[in-house]
């Protein structure tokens, strides 16, 4: 069993990881403030399973093999730029409307969808098998038991760090939705910023190395 300030300190690490700034934190506020909490608590349920995806994947060694394998990670990669791209032009295209307008009018998406992108927003995004496959081999040690259950533990502490903070973030972003309706330039300039940061993901995570 791990021991307790060895989960506090992962705990910390995964709060860091939390607290930046990324596709996740931008997708949960934006179904949010468009379509209440309850959008963003099954976007946060779709988030959340993404995350259970690579800590299983880490926990049985299969990450291990796609980022020993170049072309695999590769390709994991490219989905993601991809898809980000995808969702700063949903963002700009003519048409649209801000995911953070508060419009009534706005079409809402269904269960299905909402949970759908949030799982696809996370799982394909490297960098979160990679945050996992870097920092638990430092935390993992044989002699506290089982590595496998030592794995899941991480990974269930960082799901409980994950689900408490963003649980906070759809919250406040759902509280917020008049003001924001009320401010027609601000919400002009922000499709734009929008459309920057997911384009800047993308292609921050296109030029990224891995390893």
Known sequence: MLPFQQLVLFALSALLMVL?????????ISRS????????????????????????LVS???????????????????????????LAWQTIKPGSKSPFAG??????D??????????????????????YLSLFPQF?????????????????TQICVSCTVNFLIIIFAASVTQWLGANPKWVKVQKWIMAGVFGGLAVKMALD???
Do not use: C, D, W
Not at 20 to 28: E, H, K, Q, R, T
């Open 110 to 131: 269904s269960n299905v969808k909402l949970y759908t992108v949030g799982l696809f927003t996370n799982m394909l995004n490297p960098k979160v098998a990679v945050f």
């Open 103 to 108: 419009n009534a009018r706005l079409a809402p």
């Open 20 to 28: 930046i700034p990324g596709p996740n934190m931008i997708y949960l």
């Open 60 to 86: 049985f060694g299969l990450t291990a093999v796609l980022m020993a394998v170049p072309y695999a990670y590769t390709i994991l990669k490219a989905a993601g730029s991809l898809y980000l791209l995808y």
């Open 209 to 211: 190395k891995g390893k």
């Open 33 to 56: 403030v468009t379509q209440g909490r309850k959008a963003g608590l099954i976007s946060l349920a779709g988030v959340i399973t993404g995350f259970v995806f690579h800590i299983t």
């Open 140 to 156: 993992i040690h044989p002699e506290y038991g089982s590595v496998l259950t030592q794995s899941f533990l991480l990974g269930f």
